[in-house]
């Protein structure tokens, strides 16, 4: 396994560091379901996610807990052992796949430690709301586009040998 792309790491740990961060200064700081105003559209909301993405089967009975926590268990070695194996000039994958690491892990933190991930960031138009979410799925959005965009070529200056 190669291990030069392995450097990236740091990217993740940021991800976790600022992810945890942020839901640590939440839940001393407000009351769950406590709502702050900070701009039109967007309002810090504190909810707990026992579910995955928009809730899903966050009334499931508890069992989902612990299927997400293996769940991001499973795609974190996946995506760290892909990660290694990466060549030197797939940076643009790099970042992405590193960034998809850190919130996988930032969420995981939470469904271990209690059960629920923190949410709290809450865009909204008119009386409508997006679902809550947090900086860790901030992170894996933003990796996931990245790994979009270089699937589509860009950040690949690297040219095919024919």
Do not use: C
């Not at 069992?63 to 990660?83: K, N, T």
């Amino acid at each position: 396994m190669r291990s030069s792309m392995l450097k990236w790491l740091w990217l993740s740990l940021l991800a976790i560091v600022l992810d945890q961060a942020s839901k640590l200064s939440v839940d001393n700081s407000m009351q769950l379901y406590e709502s702050i105003p900070l701009m039109p559209y967007f309002n810090l909301t504190y909810v707990h996610n026992t579910g995955a993405a928009f809730s899903f089967l966050s009334e499931a009975g508890g069992w989902q807990r612990w299927f997400f926590a293996i769940l991001a268990l499973v795609i974190s070695a996946v995506l760290s052992v892909w990660l290694a194996r990466l060549q030197k000039h797939e940076t643009l994958l790099a970042v992405a796949l590193s960034l998809i690491l850190g919130g996988a892990i930032g969420n995981l933190i939470d469904r271990l430690a209690y059960g629920y991930v923190i949410d709290f960031l809450d865009v909204y138009y008119n009386s409508q709301h997006w679902p809550a979410f947090n900086i860790a799925d901030s992170a894996i959005t933003l990796g996931v586009m990245l790994m979009l965009a270089e699937s589509f070529g860009l950040g690949n200056s690297r040219l095919d040998d024919k």
